[in-house]
Antibody
Framework: EVELVESGGGLVQPGGSLRLSCAASGFTFSDNWMHWVRQAPGKGLVWVSHINPDGSRTAYAESVKGRFTISRDNAKNTLYLQINSLRAEDSAVYYC??????????WGQGTLVSVSS | QSALTQPASVSGSPGQSITISCTGASSDIGGYNYVSWYQQHPGKAPKLMIYDVSNRPSGVSNRFSGSKSGNTASLTISGLQAEDEADYYCSSYTSSNTPHVFGTGTKVTVL
């Protein structure tokens, strides 16, 4: 059974940084593209970023480009999202998602990031 | 890349059928058969319901079906049940510089 467990969220001041982690199990992590998707409180889903199996290709939503960095450690079966220069509008639940070939196959339970002074 | 357009809410009585539309453009829905649908109950993570326009993952009820015509995709729920009350989101691959886009979301209410 696929399991994705996010961690690293919390309350941070504007301009601060966080590193989100996602521990993956139940599938061959190193064979799969992975995504981060976020959802602001009471709002819809927004795709944030993805990374290919060996970590050599990444892409980002325009709203986070230059501030967020996705990475992975296939030896540790872990996906990361480094988020810098945080803004109030980055406040959201961040989901780690396993790719299913142009769709979002399995989702973690999410980790909440709150940006406030 | 703007979000795909969905109705804010759709409602129906138990046993009825409802359809949720998802409108995009030729650069997303109209250009690819990579439309997917997700169900989200309050406080829970989204769940994949339909992929590649009309395919159901194992374990998803056959009351859920998907289709596409031009730049608009649709999700139909037949034999509506109380447990179907949730938010539903469509998604598509896009040729823009943001490769994936979600819909605005639709709240389904079972009367």
């Amino acid at each position: 059974e696929v399991e994705l467990v996010e961690s690293g969220g919390g309350l941070v001041q504007p301009g601060g940084s966080l590193r989100l982690s996602c521990a993956a199990s139940g599938f061959t992590f190193s064979d799969n593209w992975m995504h981060w998707v976020r959802q602001a409180p009471g709002k819809g889903l927004v795709w944030v970023s993805h990374i290919n199996p060996d970590g050599s290709r990444t892409a980002y939503a325009e709203s986070v480009k230059g501030r967020f960095t996705i990475s992975r450690d296939n030896a540790k079966n872990t996906l990361y999202l480094q988020i810098n220069s945080l803004r109030a509008e980055d406040s959201a639940v961040y989901y780690c998602v396993k790719d299913g070939y142009f769709y979002f196959d399995d989702w973690g339970q999410g980790t909440l990031v709150s940006v406030s002074s | 890349q703007s979000a795909l357009t969905q109705p804010a809410s759709v409602s129906g009585s138990p046993g009825q059928s409802i359809t949720i539309s998802c409108t995009g453009a030729s650069s997303d829905i109209g250009g690819y058969n990579y439309v997917s649908w997700y169900q989200q109950h309050p406080g829970k993570a989204p769940k994949l319901m339909i992929y590649d326009v009309s395919n159901r993952p194992s374990g998803v009820s056959n009351r859920f079906s998907g289709s596409k015509s031009g730049n608009t995709a649709s999700l139909t729920i037949s034999g509506l049940q109380a447990e179907d009350e949730a938010d539903y989101y469509c998604s598509s691959y896009t040729s823009s510089n943001t490769p994936h886009v979600f819909g605005t979301g639709t709240k389904v209410t079972v009367l």
